[in-house]
């Protein structure tokens, strides 16, 4: 009875505060960005309950000690009504564990890979101006390569960026 109760306060609070649906993306840097997004809002929630606030740490999600604790399953249902069927599939194997359910999600969104940062840095640093393009418009879609890139956690130089710049603006 107090799940339920618990469940429901949580699920209305999360619509009251506009907690989206998480959907998955094959893109990582959006997969990143939806789920810092999503996480955020959720921690706000989770903080107005003494038995919840400590769930979401900094860096980590911190493991109830007692994992069949009502707090973990409300949670659960929590995440399971704010996730699509992608992510609802791979939380289903630890069902009634919230905890569990957003580290699996935690990992699946906020890692980035060898193959993500390779493929961010190498748009980045082989982007061109067109012809007839304006360079404010080449700058402007420079930013944005950018800061993708540095999203995927590339790291840059102001040297090493003065170069690609140039680079890009001297292939016409």
Known sequence: MKQAKLAKKLVKLANTYNVPELKFSEQAVKR????????????????????????????????????????????????????????????????????????????????????DKHHYHHLFTTLCIWSEESATNFFRRFTFARSASEAALNIYTE????HFALNGLSST
């Open 32 to 115: 990143q960005s939806s789920y810092a997004a999503w996480i955020t809002k959720l921690k706000t929630i989770l903080s107005m309950f003494p038995n919840t606030m400590n769930l979401i740490g900094r860096d980590a999600i911190l493991p109830f000690s007692d994992p069949s604790c009502i707090e973990n399953k409300a949670i659960f249902l929590l995440i399971s009504s704010k996730v699509d069927a992608y992510f609802l599939k791979a939380i289903m194997v630890h069902e009634g564990k919230g905890d569990k359910a957003l580290d699996i999600i935690k990992n699946q969104c906020a890692h980035l890979g060898a193959a």
């Open 159 to 162: 040297a090493e960026l003065v």
